[in-house]
């Protein structure tokens, strides 16, 4: 089923602030879900609510996000996520590093006890925004072996940078330090669908197609050793650094096992500092020109920009709606129910 | 032919001092250059001596290199490299950001307008030798193609990160943003050696194991669109955000087509601002020992840490000597013959 985004947004609205969200931070997690849905990151989008409001109700989870500074000291800031929506903590370490690279040239937030921040380009993008660069980071539940191992030990432990583009949309990397997220695997399984080679292992070490044994196994790191010294450092900057969990210690956010432990971090840089921005637009631009202008591959007619299909999609996403699939559907629909919100998925469908 | 490092380094301090070096700058390019063939990186080790100097002769580098504050405000420092050495450029804007994170929690410099830094580990590691979080990027000569390209276009974009060890050695991650570096296929060209499918395209896009069609074609970013996204932003903020080259404009030191234009960026994080630096060892060492005591993929009875097999290699290599490929005695003993100096390599060989 086709959804209307702005549908899906009042329903993630409705039924956050039924599970005790205030009304502003029910919009900045609806938004943060619909996003992913709109950018065709639907592993990071609505069918995370049920998770959310599982969650919320088993008490694994303070809502409403009561956040806590514990250093804002010069150029960095180190906050406690009070165990509450990690969007909301993500988004106040970006709006603060911001603040203090608009200061101090660069700005560094380390943010601990927090949970699933849902779509990092939304908080790189924040900086990008504002004339910076953007980057933001976190932990998450093992799900990687460390290079020679068969244990999930790192999390996916994403990352994102992003930075204004000139006259365009500003550029954005969003990207897993595995193959592909884990959520991708958990939706192959979801729709029965098998899985390439090359993106897990099993539980005894081996490559597999199948996603239930993948997410038994481990995934594999982006080029091997070189995914896993990222998601190394990632976890230990975010995770151990920050005083969250990490490694083994950070438990999953799709069953309710306790709270999760995530941490996050958040960097700015003020590129004023270094270039006029509108020089750097301009330089921007014409890079952009230059890489869209140079040889393709054979068989490629267009080279695109990191995060540039993500924003194509968006636009279409816009008008022809979103794809939710049908247990998602019903899960939803059934929370709606249960919480006596008058509201269907159905009732925002989009005819194609 | 295996040689003493002591003797590689004072060949290297020789040779560099005779093209116009000082000795503190000799020390320092050489020490870098002995530091990669020690680690077992002999692509950034000293081979390079016989291209410096030509560099050098042909009036293509400004030696003793005369650096240039442009900026320093607060939490940032933007340097001009006048054209020198790099490592030199490199190890300054370190020694900048270390400084600058001991005061502000963060400290961040950018270099514009230097040539190749050799080993990047070496300057992450300058900031863990100091509690800190230690990160460093350059960008160099096109040899990646955009995702979906067959131009050269980017470099190998390197990065390395650092952090203090505990009790054992700093744990220290540096990787390109390509499969390989191109100096493994440089170096698979001098031995006449076939390159594994993978690592190369050649120039119509097509893969290739042969490491000539490779130079003449692009290096595969690392994990296809993710290393592409790196090697972007990576040349984005040290290229073009530092004022320096950037895209095809950066040139190859392997060749003295004029100034590389070789932009670098050096990030400090103090570990004391967010916990104690005896208890971020105390925690590091407790995990260090967890990913080492995790289930071992089948048929692997280790695992390593990043940046661990490179502490071993040097360990080794400090004791049996450094193995030098026999093109590259030839060309620094005629170096040495030409500049006058008493010294052979031969003279620091140890017989095994």
């Not at 406690?80 to 970006?94: K, L, P, R, S």
């Not at 006596?340 to 194609?352: N, P, T």
Request: glycine share 12%.
């Amino acid at each position: 089923m086709n959804v209307s985004s702005d549908h899906l947004r009042r329903i993630g609205l409705e039924l956050l602030q039924a599970a005790g969200a205030g009304l502003q931070e029910a919009a900045l997690v609806s938004e943060n879900l619909v996003a992913a849905e709109l950018r065709g990151v639907p592993t990071h989008g609505i069918n995370l609510l049920p998770a959310i409001l599982e969650r919320i109700a088993a008490g694994q989870m303070d809502i409403p996000t009561q956040l806590k500074v514990i250093a804002d000291e010069l150029a960095i800031t180190h906050i406690d996520g009070g165990n509450g929506f990690g969007q909301t903590a993500a988004a106040e370490g970006m709006r603060r590093s911001i603040e203090k690279a608009r200061r101090y040239g660069i700005g560094f937030s380390l943010i601990r006890n927090t949970n699933n921040i849902g779509l990092l380009a939304l908080y790189s993008l924040m900086a990008a925004k504002e004339g910076m660069v953007g980057v933001c980071a976190c932990n998450g539940a093992a799900s990687m072996a460390p290079w020679g191992g068969a244990e999930p030990f790192f999390g996916t432990n994403p990352f994102s940078i992003a930075v204004p583009g000139g006259a365009g949309d500003p550029v954005v990397l969003d990207m897993s330090t595995t193959v592909v997220a884990r959520g991708k695997i958990r939706r192959a399984a979801r729709l029965k669908e098998r899985i390439p080679f090359g993106w897990a292992l099993d539980a005894s070490g081996a490559p597999t197609d199948d996603p239930e044994a993948a997410i038994q196994g481990t995934l594999m790191p982006v080029g091997e050793y070189k995914g896993y010294g990222m998601a190394f450092f990632i976890d230990l900057i975010c995770g151990l650094l920050s005083g969250s969990s990490y490694a083994r210690a950070v438990r999953t956010f799709h069953k309710p096992d306790g709270p999760t432990g995530v941490g996050v971090m958040t960097l700015a840089i003020d590129i004023n500092r270094f270039m006029p921005l509108d020089h750097f637009s301009k330089l921007i631009d014409e890079h952009i020109r230059m890489i869209r202008g140079s040889t393709k591959a054979r068989g490629q007619n267009r080279i695109y920009l990191p995060g540039e299909i993500e924003v194509e999609r968006e636009d279409l996403n816009k008008t022809r709606g979103v794809e939710v699939d049908s247990p998602v559907v019903k899960a939803i629909d059934a929370l709606l129910e249960k919480r006596g919100i008058g509201l269907r998925l159905g009732d925002g469908e989009v005819q194609a």
